[in-house]
């Protein structure tokens, strides 16, 4: 039985941080229905999110606020991420997702100006990780029902970060090494 239900608080010490193993296997999909421990550990996670973001919560526990969270950050090898934030516009996007796949992108991409940052990552680190500015995405809820998404922007960059981590792929692998500010050639990509 994981330690993760809706009664347990995650706190930085449950992320795990880059050199893990975790972060860098490719995480298998889960059964569908979800299991009642699948749905637990999703709304635990949720509520990390909530709390990461609640100035009181945060402070108490330590909290670096955080926009996702995939599953192998805090150890379960399970394909399935949250994220909960609001974009530029007020629209809240709170999402629990599994087996989460892209369908298709734009040929546009955009970045981030201030580089994204991980719960993950301790260090900071700057450069340009380019994303596509819109994604469809085919996953399930956590009462198995298929979904299909969309997004665009900012919440595309969220959606891309963590399945990048259930892929085994950091957002710094995504930074030109020889020039972190250097943006791909041939390609539409404006900052966001």
């Known amino acids: 039985m994981s ?51 609640d100035p009181a919560i945060a402070k108490k526990y330590g909290l670096r606020a955080g926009v996702g969270l995939s599953a192998n950050q805090i150890g379960l090898n399970k394909r399935m991420f949250v994220v909960y934030f609001t974009d530029e516009k007020g629209k809240l996007y709170e999402y629990a997702l599994i087996n ?8 546009t991409m955009v970045y981030l100006p201030q580089s994204e940052g991980c719960l993950s990552v301790d260090r900071e680190i700057q450069g340009y990780a380019p ?3 819109r994604i469809k995405m085919k996953a399930y809820d956590m009462a198995g029902n298929e979904l299909n998404l969309r997004f665009k922007g900012f919440p595309a960059v969220v959606i891309q970060h963590e399945l990048d981590h259930l892929n085994g792929i950091m957002f710094y692998d995504r930074i030109n090494s020889e020039n972190p500010f250097k943006l791909p050639e041939n390609v539409e990509i404006k900052s966001i």
Request: hydrophobic share 30%.
């Open 100 to 107: 989460p796949k892209i369908t298709s992108t734009s040929t």
């Open 3 to 53: 330690k993760f239900t809706s009664s347990y608080t995650i706190t930085m010490k449950d992320i795990i941080k880059e050199g893990d193993p975790i972060l860098r296997q490719v995480i298998g999909v889960i059964s569908l229905p979800p299991s009642e421990e699948d749905k637990e550990e999703l709304a635990c996670m949720m509520q990390f999110l909530k709390n990461s973001q």
């Open 131 to 133: 994303r596509y500015e």
